[in-house]
């Protein structure tokens, strides 16, 4: 309720418009030092290690020795489980950052920390080693576990006896 003196409401007045301005500088300093913020991890093996911005997009991909070599599919997986735990480590640094910056029961600072939880779960997939590698099939190709069909034997040409039948030709030659 407004302070019916004048002298005194406009102090209320001022207390409150001071407040939203340190709450103001408050965030933008958060913004800032979010912005500033990355994150890099490696994959379970060591294979990739990846680098990511403060929204989670990788800026940095780099791959060890121990890609050459390496199937396709299992690099891929560790690149990925790299940037899964490089996004999970970003998570914790907002999380940290808004923490020591902000009231973590303000409406805003839930919202944030809320949206990097649920586009950067905790938990970590690693990749499964024992999958097996990708295989392509193309039009004309045949997979080497599909059972080959034989063709019937076919029986030699009748003569011109009587059991000489049209049963092995047909009749549209």
Do not use: C
Request: glycine residues 6%; without cysteine.
């Amino acid at each position: 309720m407004i302070n019916p003196d004048p002298a005194k409401a406009a102090e209320d007045l001022d207390r409150w418009a001071a407040g939203l301005e340190q709450r103001a500088q408050r965030y933008l300093r958060l913004q800032q030092q979010m912005n500033a913020t990355s994150a890099s991890a490696s994959s379970p093996d060591g294979t990739a290690r990846v680098t990511v911005d403060s929204n989670g997009v990788p800026t940095d991909i780099a791959l060890t020795d121990r890609a050459r070599g390496a199937e396709p599919a299992a690099i891929s997986a560790q690149v990925m489980a790299a940037m899964r735990n490089a996004q999970a480590k970003l998570r914790q640094q907002v999380q940290d950052l808004v923490a020591a910056t902000v009231p973590v029961d303000d409406a805003p600072a839930r919202n944030i920390v809320a949206q990097y939880r649920e586009r950067f779960p905790d938990e970590v997939v690693e990749p499964d080693a024992g999958r097996e590698a990708h295989r392509e099939l193309r039009i004309g190709q045949v997979e080497d576990d599909a059972p080959q069909q034989q063709p019937p034997p076919r029986r030699p040409p009748g003569g011109d006896g009587p059991d000489d039948g049209w049963e092995d030709r047909s009749f549209l030659r």
